[in-house]
């Protein structure tokens, strides 16, 4: 995660606990959000906060990565 999110590319800005998404049960989500400018992602995971967090991170760059490419393939 970074303070200052790159305009250009799509970043982690929060992984924090939450709730359980309506109907699932658990103590151990958490709640991540990728952006990038006005484009915002938020989603709910569970497991630790690492293992979120590294997730968060792989989809951020999965995301980056395909749209250097150009898009879907």
């Known amino acids: 995660m ?5 305009k250009n590319q799509y970043e982690v800005t929060v992984v924090e606990k939450t709730t359980p998404p309506d ?3 658990g103590d151990n989500w958490y709640r991540y959000v990728i952006e990038r400018g006005k484009q915002i ?3 709910k995971k569970t497991g630790t906060l690492k293992t979120v967090t590294e997730h968060a991170d792989s989809v951020a760059e999965l995301i980056n990565s ?3 490419r150009g898009g879907r393939k």
């Open 2 to 6: 970074r303070d200052e999110p790159n």
């Open 23 to 25: 109907g699932m049960s």
């Open 41 to 43: 992602i938020d989603c």
């Open 66 to 68: 395909r749209h250097l």
